[in-house]
């Protein structure tokens, strides 16, 4: 006889293990499936998804790291800090990395103990069933369930004719596992993931250079952001960004003192050649269906492959959900995180929840870039009247204290209403900051509300009430 379960949940990444938890804590019978190892020294499976184990996580300690690097030989003298024969260990670094990884990773392992929600590895697949049970394959064992929720994320996407080997050509992966400071270093994609790598290796000695097929940087940001983030990232930190690169070939082949990555694109009319030791490709992620045994079942994918879902994240099929990057909105490991808890308590007839339009963004660079809401150039386009306040950390005294004020925050307002519909910020911290955006948007607040609050003296959250005063075109210190 076949395991029984409640609820089953494909993959076991934000979305997933969340989803997991919550549903064992409603009282279900509960099993999660997690097939990927992350080449775990023993061969088990790792917990955590892409996020755990080669994405968010990783790469925020080695920004960490690498701006302590930074700050040690350049960002201390002001303080009256100075450091001689300042080094770089990468593989101390690299290890600290894992092993964050590793105890992180582990403790979701001890959650689904305490939780009581059984891991079950191996590839999941549907191989039958309907409205009174679905049939899964897990390693050749046939599970059923009365609900399937599919967590089973996304990897990234590659160029066509572009070798990753995640040695010299890497993807999110392989950028993560240098063993070495690369003197150049070439990255294809100037979003999210192409930034924050890019400045982990700059900061660390790398000369790099960053193709973006795209003519605007960051064009998902508000442009006053966008604008404040290219002076930042090309004058004052020496990114070598280049717009409107069409990627023609990508070649690798031996030199005199190793291998060389020759990169070839087309920006204009021109044709250009970028030569590097090393090549980050980050150019979007696809969502992990193949193998799902979808058309087995009838599970309707879009047009992007991704899972077909409602506002509440139900399939086309009677008790099969779906969560996270394989799902249509923002690939976000706190999008997929909300998806999985509001999915467990709709199963359980509760009022499950999940506002798309409060879901902050944030971009760990340094500065670091958050924002929650509509941009300026969005209400524009919509003709949608609105008021702006925008107030630089050069007026705050704990970022004049920090040594760090570059950047800014800016609130977006309805003209009518007051009802805030976007907060941007450009500057340190800007991902704790954003939080209280969020809360504000969740909860349908006027810019007069967070104006209205009280801020610690003196706090870089200090910005974000002066900010709102200045949409009254009233600030008090600016």
Not at 179 to 184: H, N, S, Y
Not at 309 to 319: F, G, K, Q, T, Y
Not at 369 to 375: E, M, Q, Y
Not at 427 to 438: H, M, P
Request: hydrophobic content about 40%.
């Amino acid at each position: 006889m076949s395991k029984q379960f409640d609820v089953l949940v494909i993959g076991a990444g934000p979305g997933g293990y969340i989803a997991a938890i919550r549903a064992a804590q409603l009282g279900f019978s509960t099993a999660c499936i997690e097939s990927e190892a992350y080449n775990d020294p023993k061969g088990e499976v790792r917990l955590g998804g892409t996020c755990l184990n080669v994405g968010c996580i990783p790469s925020k300690a080695l920004l960490q790291s690498s701006e302590h690097y930074d700050n040690a030989r350049h960002g201390f003298v002001m303080h009256g800090i100075t450091a001689d024969d300042v080094r770089i260990d990468v593989k101390t670094m690299v290890k600290r990395k894992d092993n964050i990884v590793t105890q992180l990773t582990s403790g979701i392992k001890g959650l689904f103990k305490k939780n009581k929600v059984t891991l079950l590895p191996g590839h999941g697949k549907f191989v039958g069933g309907g409205e009174d049970g679905w049939e899964v394959d897990v390693a050749g064992e046939v599970v059923t369930a009365k609900h399937v929720i599919v967590a089973t994320g996304s990897h990234p996407r590659h160029l066509d004719g572009v070798p990753v080997d995640n040695k010299l050509v890497c993807d999110n992966a392989g950028a993560l596992a240098f063993d070495a400071v690369p003197k150049r270093l070439g990255v294809i994609g100037a979003g999210v993931i192409g930034l924050e790598l890019g400045s982990v290796w700059k900061r660390l000695g790398a000369h790099v250079t960053i193709l973006e097929a795209l003519p605007d940087f960051l064009a998902a940001a508000d442009a006053a952001v966008a604008k404040e983030a290219w002076k930042v990232f090309t004058q004052k930190q020496g990114l070598d960004i280049r717009l409107g690169a069409n990627i023609t070939a990508v070649k690798v082949g031996k030199k005199s003192q190793g291998m060389q990555i020759r990169v070839e694109y087309e920006a204009g009319d021109e044709s250009h050649v970028l030569e590097c030791d090393k090549l980050i490709v980050s150019v979007g992620r696809v969502p992990n269906t193949e193998g799902l045994g979808c058309e087995t079942v009838g599970l309707k994918l879009d047009e992007r492959g991704r899972v077909a879902v409602d506002e509440h994240c139900r399939s086309n099929l009677p008790n099969v959900w779906a969560v996270g990057d394989v799902v249509r909105g923002p690939m976000l490991a706190h999008k997929g995180m909300e998806e999985g808890v509001m999915v467990a308590e709709l199963i359980a007839g509760q009022a499950g929840h999940c506002n798309y339009d409060a879901v902050p963004w944030v971009i760990y660079t340094h500065p670091e870039i958050a924002w929650v809401g509509k941009t300026e150039q969005q209400l524009k386009s919509a003709g949608i009247a609105y008021r702006a306040g925008q107030i630089p950390f050069a007026a705050n005294g704990r970022a004049l204290g920090q040594g760090d004020t570059t950047g800014f925050v800016k609130m977006l307002a309805d003209a009518n209403t007051d009802r805030i519909l976007g907060v941007h910020i450009i500057g340190t911290n800007a991902s704790e900051l954003i939080s209280e955006a969020v809360v504000a948007m969740e909860f349908q607040a006027s810019s007069e509300d967070i104006a209205r609050i009280v801020h610690a003296h003196p706090t870089l959250s200090e910005v974000m009430h002066e900010t709102a005063l200045a949409v009254d075109k009233r600030p008090l210190h600016f």
